[in-house]
């Protein structure tokens, strides 16, 4: 039903009349449960001026760390805790989000709101049986069902994010900056780090003006508004209804894996090139017939999967071939956050993983996928049941090393990718990349550890470095000199160190493995 001029202009007048001060927020009320909350916008200068942390709360004073302005665990405390500890290296980041992503959103935050009577056991709003006379929140309803009206905020109320810390101590960072031209780094701690970020960066790196960031303050975000206290609830009862809240918010919020993180990222240019690779390239993407090829989830392959390698993985091979060729496709400034490539670098840069990757799939390892092997055959050790061929092409650590080791040949040396690629295939028909688990293989103790019998992570930069210098890149006496000292070191177990013969010997007795 539509409204009349004078009826819209007598709930003009009325709207006006309640909502003209900064303490009136017109709000819905929302129930779920026996949980009464308020819902509403404010803008970001608000949420600054107006909401902490829990840990601001006058009931927390004495237990404040200074420093990282959580509250300290103790036999007093443990039972008021509100929230999880504070990680001050999210600021940072989440104020240039909302400062230069154009397409920037923060959910609404959760906000509980506490006035002074809450922690004055004497005050009237407290009965004879410490049960609230009214609720926390002083809401006055405008309709017959009393669902819509205003939300008066007391001056002596206070106000602090259950669920939205970080969003909270990003807008607070992002006013910060705003304010006083410049926002330190810190971590986790809250301890400086690096150079503080300033907004001459900002728009020196983003092409943003001044004006821009200004009104990013004047934007408004979704906020639902918590009484601390209901009415006829004890202050215990209380307490335990808001610790249950902010625990099952949590449950309810899975975190995203690195894969998924891949699989939704549109900003990151490596993230971007990744995923179109894992579903355009035929060695990667699914086909009827045949077991998937790519784990989107999960950061590690398992034993018996059959899959070829995560998008966590690729991702990470596919910004390791490129970083010599798009290193500006990180951030330009330590602590500030990458802008997404155009439409052109992503398509050469997709172009140049595609060609990569067409040449990898002619590898003897890769093409006994076309000829039926699966991957785990290939995968496994020796040693497992059944056993494989301990191949490092068909675990996500190796197929890294060997991206950078490309990577590092062709664009910052300049090598040929198909000179490269044809000394590779020659190396992998001799079983250079399988093995892993006999002496005589480059790889033992790099990235296989005999002690644990299982892949060494560790070794990776190892691992990249031996691969050039097979392929030929490696011309330095001195680089050489030092390659082969951390290969000694690698196949040093227990004072003891192994050569490709399988035979104890002294560390300097063992040398770099032939180039092709």
Request: net charge neutral; glycine share 6%; proline share 5%.
């Amino acid at each position: 039903m539509k409204l009349d001029k004078q009826q819209r202009q007598t709930l003009t007048q009325l709207l006006d009349f309640y909502l003209n001060s900064d303490d009136r927020l017109l709000v819905q009320k929302t129930e779920m449960g026996e949980t009464a909350a308020f819902v509403s916008s404010v803008t970001l200068q608000w949420v600054h001026r107006h909401i902490g942390f829990a840990s601001e709360l006058p009931l927390f004073q004495q237990q404040l760390d200074p420093q990282t302005q959580d509250v300290e665990r103790s036999a007093q405390t443990i039972n008021e805790i509100l929230q999880r500890p504070l990680d001050w290296s999210r600021q940072a980041p989440l104020a240039q989000y909302i400062a230069i992503r154009e397409n920037h959103k923060f959910p609404a935050l959760l906000v509980v709101v506490s006035p002074d009577w809450v922690d004055d056991p004497d005050a009237p709003q407290w009965d004879q049986n410490q049960r609230a006379k009214q609720s926390a929140v002083d809401f006055t309803a405008l309709d017959a069902k009393k669902t819509v009206g205003v939300l008066e905020i007391s001056p002596s109320s206070s106000m602090f994010a259950l669920d939205g810390q970080h969003r909270l101590m990003g807008i607070q960072g992002l006013m910060e900056l705003l304010e006083t031209g410049r926002l330190p780094q810190y971590s986790k701690v809250k301890k400086p780090v690096g150079s503080e970020i300033t907004l001459e960066d900002l728009v020196g790196e983003y092409h943003v003006t001044r004006r821009q960031l200004q009104n990013v303050a004047t934007e408004k975000i979704g906020i639902e508004f918590l009484p601390a206290v209901a009415k006829g609830e004890t202050r215990d009862e209380a307490r335990q209804r808001i610790r249950s809240i902010f625990v099952h918010a949590n449950l309810m919020a899975v975190k995203l894996s690195k894969g998924q993180l891949a699989l939704l990222d549109e900003d990151d240019g490596f993230s971007i090139v990744s995923r179109q690779i894992a579903v355009t390239h035929p060695l990667l993407r699914e086909e009827i017939g045949r077991n998937p090829r790519m784990n989107w989830d999960s950061a590690t392959v398992a034993a018996k999967s059959t899959v070829l390698t995560t998008l966590q993985a690729l991702k990470d091979m596919v910004q390791v071939y490129l970083e010599p060729k798009f290193l500006h496709w990180h951030s330009p400034k330590p602590g500030l956050i990458p802008l997404r490539p155009d439409t052109q670098e992503l398509q050469e840069g997709m172009e140049a993983v595609a060609q990569l990757f067409d040449y990898l799939m002619e590898l003897p390892s890769y093409q006994k996928l076309q000829q039926g092997w699966e991957t785990p055959t290939l995968r496994r050790f020796y040693f497992e049941k059944p056993g494989g061929e301990g191949n490092i092409l068909f675990r996500p650590v190796g197929q890294v090393a060997v991206a950078k080791a490309l990577g590092n040949l062709v664009y910052r040396q300049q090598f040929s990718l198909e000179e490269i690629l044809a000394k590779l295939r020659r190396y992998d028909e001799k079983g250079g990349f399988s093995r892993i688990e006999n002496p005589a293989s480059v790889w033992y103790g790099v990235l296989y550890d005999p002690n644990k019998g299982r892949i060494r992570v560790a070794g990776r930069e190892l691992a990249s470095k031996l691969l050039m210098y097979i392929l030929g890149g490696v011309r330095d006496r001195l680089e050489k000199a030092e390659i082969r000292t951390a290969l000694a070191k690698a196949r040093t177990f227990e004072d003891k160190t192994i050569n490709f013969a399988g035979r104890w010997v002294h560390p300097r007795e063992v040398g770099l493995p032939k180039k092709m």
